[in-house]
């Protein structure tokens, strides 16, 4: 399974030589849309650790500046014939649309406030080696829930996986009916930390947000910034998580996030090194087996 082989890629990668010649001859794009750090680096050194050619394409610096269609652009890419194009976009649905358009594999680097799928399985990885299994784990997701699309994937492989799944955050930031998806929903940081093993703390997304979801910052640190005053409602061992960037007297105090017995952040970003080198394995893999050259397998 994809933990297990991601297992593999970490000891790989804390070796001296990193790099291997699985990914020799194969052409990795990463097309990025809106900003990032963690994701766009870590897919790119996944690429290269693997042996690939690996190219960035920034939408800031292409010719999406000058007007050009995602369609178009996307076409434009496949004429180049990679092999996995990795995509993030601001709007939902964009990576699908895209996917739709072109015949090499494309990853979803991160798709409006809908999917990361990368990122829920990179935390599942920190936790597995952490907490030795994710089955029979609480896990509580906290913050801006409405925009974000780590909470949405995290949601889907943690359930999947046989973890709990809470969410807290204020009624503004937290879907009606995000109950649907299989989770308790908590409006209140103590009520629902209680008993956790994992406390999860999502970024306040002000980029996507349209008028006022938050009284002030202060206001929104003071009930639901992650502080060692609500951290003791949770379990004495409950490990600290955040995808990144984060917002330090925001949604969480830096003492917390700097708390090395407790926090797993440093941890997570390793781990998506790892993970997305076991993608990248996986998916040009099927692709050998399946498809004909740069035909037809998409993810
Ligand atoms: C997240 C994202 O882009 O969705 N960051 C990431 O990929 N590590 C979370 C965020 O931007 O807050």
Redesign the pocket.
Known sequence: MLLDLAEYYVEQNRARDKKSALLRGRTIINLFFEN?T??RTSFELAGKRLGGDVVNISAEASSIKKGETLIDTAMTLNAMLPDVLVVRHPDSGGVKLLSEKVNCAVING?DGTHE?PT?ALLDALAIRRRKGRLQGLTVAICGDILHS??CRSNIHLLNTMGARVRVIGPPTLVPETIDRLGVEVFHDMKAGLRNCDIVMM??L?TERMQGSFVPSIREYFHFFGLDHDKLACAKPDALIMH???MNRGVEIDSEVADDIDRSLIREQVEMGVAVRMACLDLLTRTLASNAPPNGGARA
Request: proline share 14%; glycine share 14%; hydrophobic share 15%.
């Open positions: 990032s963690r994701t991160g990361h990122q699309r780590v999502l970024r997304q995808p990144g960037p």
